[in-house]
T-cell receptor, first 115, second 116 residues
Framework: AQSVAQPEDQVNVAEGNPLTVKCTYSVSGNPYLFWYVQYPNRGLQFLLKYITGDNLVKGSYGFEAEFNKSQTSFHLKKPSALVSDSALYFCAVRDINQAGTALIFGKGTTLSVSS | EAQVTQNPRYLITVTGKKLTVTCSQNMNHEYMSWYRQDPGLGLRQIYYSMNVEVTDKGDVPEGYKVSRKEKRNFPLILESPSPNQTSLYFC???????????????FGPGTRLTVL
């Protein structure tokens, strides 16, 4: 069965510091991996995705994520956090051989960036 | 503007009173899906549709119905809502419905439903 784990309910960082939001996954085949962000009272917005190729994926708003197959991880990173990055972040996975394109989501990690 | 729209955005109702949440996309996407978001549980898929007249259950389909009579619309129907269906609901769409495609899902703004 597919699953996604976001081990931290909340991550706190100071503005200007690097941030990491962790994600590990489990799929039977090869994964497609996604990060979405949800701002208060808003829907989910796509940040980036990993399909194949370079393990370092760059996305919107200066975010990037590193795919690590041996550790089955896809951590979200940003070199310098902004207060406006404060939001709820979701990691999601889909098995490329799974029909229905259903995304399996993690429980979400709240990122709080202090000024 | 390419978008997924949902209506209503907020709804308070009582147990047993049938309701429909509409979802519409203007991107000619084949695949549409409904999720519910609950604290500590993330998003869970309720139903999905691979194309017109093709629907299937997701992970938490109990108490819900859907229909896909036309490509752009995918309404979520609660025939007899109960308090445990109080949640935040998201509709999403993707260009293709076949497996093997890494298409990005686009989400609507969400519908906050409270069932008293």
């Amino acid at each position: 069965a597919q699953s996604v784990a976001q081990p931290e309910d909340q991550v706190n960082v100071a503005e200007g510091n690097p941030l990491t939001v962790k994600c590990t996954y489990s799929v039977s085949g090869n994964p497609y991996l996604f990060w979405y962000v949800q701002y208060p009272n808003r829907g989910l917005q796509f940040l980036l995705k990993y399909i194949t190729g370079d393990n370092l994926v760059k996305g919107s708003y200066g975010f990037e994520a590193e795919f690590n197959k041996s550790q089955t991880s896809f951590h979200l990173k940003k070199p310098s956090a902004l207060v406006s990055d404060s939001a709820l972040y979701f990691c999601a996975v889909r098995d490329i051989n799974q029909a229905g394109t259903a995304l399996i989501f993690g429980k979400g990690t709240t990122l709080s960036v202090s000024s | 503007e390419a978008q997924v729209t949902q209506n209503p955005r907020y709804l308070i109702t009582v147990t047993g009173k049938k309701l429909t949440v509409t979802c519409s996309q203007n991107m000619n996407h084949e695949y549409m899906s409904w999720y519910r978001q609950d604290p500590g549980l993330g998003l869970r898929q309720i139903y999905y549709s691979m194309n017109v007249e093709v629907t299937d259950k997701g992970d938490v389909p109990e108490g819900y119905k859907v229909s896909r009579k036309e490509k752009r619309n995918f309404p979520l129907i609660l025939e007899s809502p109960s308090p445990n269906q109080t949640s935040l609901y998201f509709c999403a769409s993707t260009l293709h419905g076949t497996s093997g495609r890494p298409d990005t899902q686009y989400f609507g703004p969400g519908t906050r439903l409270t069932v008293l």
